[in-house]
C-alpha cells in the first residue's frame, strides 16, 4: 500500500497547477496580449504539415515540464527553480514537439511503427521504459513494484467511480490524462530511437574508412612558417566593382536567409534604492538594537522584523562568514555586532549560546504513526535486546524513503535538519550513541547515532537583517521620470535622444522569436512578444520586468527572407577585398624554394607551429586554418609548401618534425569512436535537414 500510494503522490505531481509562477508566465501573458484564454483555446500554437500544436496541448506540456523541473532543483539542489528557467523550458518542449513531429512523419513514410504488444512491454511489461521508471520507480534501486502499478493503473481507468469523493474523482481524472501524456511519450520515444536505429545502421564504416580514421588521427607535425596577413596589404592596391559584390551575393544569397526580427529602441531604469531609503533603514534598524540586545523573546522580536529567519541551531563557526565568525570569536554570551552595511544589508548579529559537539552526524531511524506509541515501545525493546535496526526499520518505519536503505538519513548538519524539529536535532548531535524515543511533526520515532565527527567549535548566532529595498516614494520617482521621458520624448518624436541629464540612455538591439533576455534584461519574454505583436514605430507602455522598468520602441518589422544586399554589402566587399589581396601575395611567393626565402620576400619571421594535427582545424598559435591544418600533416618533410590562401593570411611552410601518436589500430575502439561521432552528429543534422523540408507555422509569439 506504501509503494502504491507513492505511485499515486507523484504522478499526482506532474499535473496539477504549479502555482503562481507559471501561471504569471503563461496566464498572465494571455491577459497581458487582450486576449481571453477562450479566445486563443480557437488557435493554434502551430501546424506542422498540416497538424496543429493546440493552445491546450502545448500548455499541458509545458506545465508538465516545468513541474519536473521543479522535482528535479528540489531533489538535486534543495531549491526552487530560478527566475527565467520557465521560458527556456517553452522553448525546449515547442522544439522537441516540433522535431517529434516532423520526425515522426518521416518515420510514418518508412514504415516505422509500436506495436499495442510493445507498447503493454514498455509500461508495464518486462522491458519498461525508462521515462516510466524515472516517474514510478524505486529511486535506490530503479525497480518497479509491478503489482502496485497495475493496481494504480487498474483504479484510474475504473469504469465507476461513484463510491469516490468528487475531490478524489478529480484526482483520478488528473493522473488519467498524465498516463496518457506519458503514453503518448514513450511511444514517441520508441519510435525515434527506432528511425535513428535505422539510419545509423545505414552509415557504419568500413575497414577501410576504419583505417583511414585512424591514419588521420595518428599525424601529427610541426612546421615551420612564413605567413603574410591579408590586412598588411593596403585596400588602395586592390579594388572590388560593384559587379562582384552583386556576384557573390548571388552565390552565396542561402547564406542570408533570416527568420521574421524585429529591431528595437529601448530605455532601462533600474528600480534601486535611493540615499533616502538606505538612510531609512540604518535608522530603522539602530532603533531595534536595544530590544534586539535584552529581549528575552528572540524569536518573536525577529520573526516579523528581519529578512533572514532565526533558526535556533547551532553553525560551525569555522563555516561562517568571515564577519560573524570575527564576532563569535571574541564574543560573550548575549553580545550584539552592528548594525553594520554588508552586500546592500543592514545586519546584527547577537550570540545566544556556543557548543562543541559533532559538526556532522551519521544517523538511521524508524518512524511511526504518533498513536503508534506501543509498537515503537515494543520495537525499541528488541532492538535493546539485540534485534537488527535495519531489518526493523524495513519492515516496519512509515518512512517509505528511508526504510529500504534501514531506516538510514545518511551524514547530518545541524542546518540540513530544520524541519526535522529542536528535539531531533537535539537527540542527534547532543544526545550520543545509541537509540532514543523521539518526536518530531511527522511522527514519533526510535534514532541512533551510527557515527559522528569529533567535538568542533560551535555557535547559536540570532541574525537582524533588514534589506535596503525601494520606498513606495523612490518607486514611484523612478516610474515617474520614465513616464516623463516618454510623454516629452513622444511629443516630439525623439524617443531614441535618450537624456544625459535624467540618466536615460536609449539602446537598440534586435530580437528574434525565441528570445528570452533582451540584452542585460532577464525573463524579457513578455516584451519580446509584445515587440513582434506591434507595429512599426509603436511605442509601449512600461514594463517592469527584472527589477527594471523598460520602454520599448519597435524600431523596424523586418520580415522573414533574405537579408538585402545593402545589409551585407560590407561583409562581402570586405570578403572580396581580402582574397584578392592573397593573390597579390600568392602571386608574389611563386618561385620560392625555402621558407627563408620567403620571409625575405615578405619582410616577416619564419615562425614555428607544433603539433598540427589533421582532425583539429585549429593550428596551435595561427588560429582557425583548416586548409594549412588539413595539408600539413600529410606534407613531405622539409618540402616547401605553398603559398596556402588561409582565413586571415598567406602561408608558406614546411614539416619540420613528425610526431607520430604511438597506438596500434584496434577495430573495436575505432568502431566506437566512430559511433560516438555519428550519434552526437545525427540527431541535430537530422532535424535541421528535416525541418528545413517541412511545413512549419510557428504562432508561438503571439501566446506565450
Known amino acids: 500500500m506504501a509503494t502504491l500510494q507513492k505511485i499515486r503522490n507523484q504522478a499526482g505531481l506532474l499535473v496539477v497547477v504549479i502555482g503562481v509562477a507559471l501561471l ?341 531511524h524508524i518512524m511511526f504513526g504518533a498513536n503508534q506509541e506501543a509498537l515503537r515501545d515494543s520495537i525499541y525493546d528488541v532492538i535493546k535486546k539485540g534485534g537488527d535496526f535495519a531489518e526493523l526499520a524495513k519492515e516496519f518505519s512509515m518512512d517509505t524513503n528511508t526504510a529500504s536503505e534501514g531506516g538510514s538519513f545518511g551524514w547530518l548538519t545541524e542546518p540540513m535538519c530544520v524541519q526535522l524539529g529542536k528535539e531531533f536535532i537535539e537527540a542527534a548531535f547532543r544526545g550520543g550513541k545509541g537509540v532514543q524515543k523521539i518526536r518530531t511533526n511527522f511522527g514519533i520515532h526510535l534514532l541512533e547515532v551510527t557515527n559522528q565527527t569529533k567535538p568542533v567549535e560551535k555557535a547559536k548566532v540570532a541574525q537582524f537583517v533588514m534589506n535596503v529595498r525601494p520606498s513606495s516614494e523612490t518607486y514611484s520617482a523612478l516610474y515617474n521620470k520614465v513616464s516623463q521621458y516618454i510623454a516629452e520624448s513622444n511629443a516630439a518624436d525623439n524617443f531614441t535622444a535618450g537624456d544625459t541629464e535624467k540618466g536615460i540612455m536609449v539602446q537598440n538591439t534586435t530580437l528574434t522569436k525565441d528570445d528570452i533576455n533582451i540584452s542585460n534584461i532577464r525573463d524579457a519574454r513578455e516584451i519580446v512578444r509584445w515587440a513582434f505583436n506591434a507595429d512599426e514605430d509603436e511605442l509601449s507602455d512600461i514594463f517592469n520586468v527584472d527589477n527594471k522598468f523598460v520602454v520599448v520602441k519597435v524600431a523596424k518589422v523586418n520580415e522573414a527572407g533574405y537579408a538585402p544586399l545593402t545589409e551585407v554589402e560590407g561583409m562581402l566587399k570586405a570578403q572580396l577585398l581580402a582574397e584578392k589581396k592573397g593573390d597579390k601575395i600568392v602571386e608574389l611567393l611563386q618561385g620560392v624554394e625555402s621558407i627563408d626565402a620567403a620571409a625575405e620576400k615578405l619582410s616577416a619571421k619564419v615562425d614555428t607551429a607544433k603539433s598540427v594535427v589533421f582532425t583539429s582545424a585549429v593550428v596551435p598559435g595561427v588560429g582557425m586554418e583548416p586548409k594549412l591544418s588539413g595539408a600539413a600533416p600529410f606534407a613531405e618533410k622539409y618540402k616547401v609548401q605553398g603559398p596556402v590562401k588561409g582565413n586571415r593570411a598567406v602561408y608558406v611552410y614546411s614539416v619540420a618534425n613528425d610526431n607520430p601518436v604511438i597506438s596500434t589500430f584496434n577495430k573495436e575502439n575505432e568502431v566506437a569512436r566512430y559511433n560516438q561521432i555519428i550519434q552526437q552528429m545525427m540527431y541535430r543534422q537530422l532535424v535541421n535537414v528535416m525541418q528545413s523540408q517541412a511545413d512549419v507555422e510557428d504562432n508561438r509569439i503571439k501566446f506565450f
Open 24 to 364: 504569471a508566465f503563461i496566464i498572465g501573458d494571455f491577459l497581458n496580449s487582450g486576449n481571453t484564454f477562450f479566445q486563443m483555446s480557437q488557435n493554434k500554437v502551430a501546424e506542422v504539415n498540416g497538424e496543429k500544436i493546440t493552445v491546450e496541448e502545448f500548455q499541458a506540456r509545458v506545465n508538465q515540464a516545468v513541474e519536473q523541473e521543479q522535482m528535479r532543483y528540489r531533489r538535486d539542489y534543495n531549491t526552487t527553480m530560478p527566475d527565467g528557467r520557465a521560458a527556456q523550458i517553452n522553448k525546449e518542449v515547442f522544439d522537441r514537439m516540433v522535431s517529434t513531429m516532423v520526425l515522426t512523419d518521416v518515420a510514418k513514410e518508412l514504415g516505422i511503427a509500436v506495436s499495442p504488444a510493445e507498447m503493454s512491454d514498455l509500461l508495464k511489461g518486462d522491458n519498461i521504459s525508462p521515462q516510466v521508471i524515472s516517474l514510478f520507480g524505486n529511486p535506490q534501486t530503479g525497480e518497479i513494484d509491478k503489482t502496485a502499478l497495475n493496481s494504480f493503473l487498474q483504479q484510474i481507468f475504473a469504469d465507476d467511480l461513484s463510491s469516490m469523493s468528487e475531490e478524489q474523482q478529480q484526482m483520478v481524472a488528473e493522473q488519467r490524462a498524465m498516463w496518457i501524456e506519458l503514453e503518448k511519450a514513450v511511444k514517441e520515444e520508441r519510435v525515434m530511437s527506432k528511425l535513428f536505429t535505422l539510419i545509423h545502421k545505414s552509415v557504419q564504416p568500413n575497414d577501410v574508412d576504419l583505417e583511414a580514421a585512424f591514419a588521420e588521427s595518428s599525424k601529427n607535425v610541426d612546421i615551420a612558417y612564413v605567413a603574410q596577413l591579408y590586412t598588411a596589404i593596403p585596400d588602395s592596391l586592390v579594388s572590388v566593382s560593384e559587379k562582384e559584390i552583386k556576384d557573390r551575393y548571388a552565390e552565396k544569397r542561402e547564406n542570408f536567409k533570416s527568420d521574421e526580427t524585429r529591431s528595437i529602441d529601448f530605455v532601462e531604469v533600474s528600480i534601486v534604492p535611493s540615499q533616502a531609503d538606505y538612510k531609512a533603514t540604518e535608522e530603522k534598524i539602530n532603533s531595534f538594537k536595544e530590544q534586539f540586545a535584552t529581549t528575552n523573546d528572540v524569536a518573536g522580536l525577529l520573526s516579523f522584523n528581519t529578512d533572514v529567519p532565526y533558526s535556533d541551531i547551532f553553525t560551525t563557526v569555522s563555516k561562517m562568514d568571515e564577519n560573524m565568525k570575527g564576532f563569535v570569536k571574541g564574543a560573550k554570551i548575549d553580545d550584539v555586532y552592528g548594525p553594520a552595511f554588508e552586500n546592500n544589508s543592514y545586519k546584527m548579529y547577537r550570540l545566544m549560546a556556543k557548543s562543541n559537539c559533532p559538526d556532522s552526524v551519521e544517523v538511521r
